[in-house]
């Protein structure tokens, strides 16, 4: 079972800035990919940026690069999404997932709950 526990969402004007957490196990970062999706409302869900567990790359989409940053603290279980330059947007519901691959996939498994991002001013 793999539990994965998102925090830091809120609402921030234009151009502002969020850190996102993904809590889960050290066993599931040592071990797998994560990655962050967001869905807004009345759109499909879509991939943001991910991380390896292999060698620590890092992907992002078009739309995000250059503003978000991911990491991992591996000893804290903790994987992290730094936005900058935040847009409206860039609201929508953002979790974090994994498919249990070592490597960033386009598409998971195992979702949390989510937290809420709101870009508004």
């Known amino acids: 079972q793999v539990q994965l526990v998102e925090s830091g969402g809120g609402l921030v004007q234009p151009g502002g800035s969020l850190r996102l957490s993904c809590t889960t196990s050290?066993?599931?970062?040592?071990?797998?990919?994560i990655g962050w999706v967001r869905q807004a409302p009345g759109k499909e869900r879509e991939g943001v940026s991910c991380i390896s567990s292999t060698d620590g790359s890092t992907h992002y989409a078009d739309s995000v690069k250059g503003r978000f940053t991911i990491s991992r603290d591996n000893a804290k279980g903790t994987v992290y999404l730094q936005m900058n330059s935040l847009k409206p947007e860039d609201t929508a519901v953002y979790y974090c997932a994994t498919d249990r691959s070592r490597i960033c996939v386009p598409e998971y498994d195992y979702y949390g709950q989510g937290t809420q991002v709101t870009v508004s001013s």
């Open positions: 050290r066993f599931t970062l040592d071990y797998y990919g």
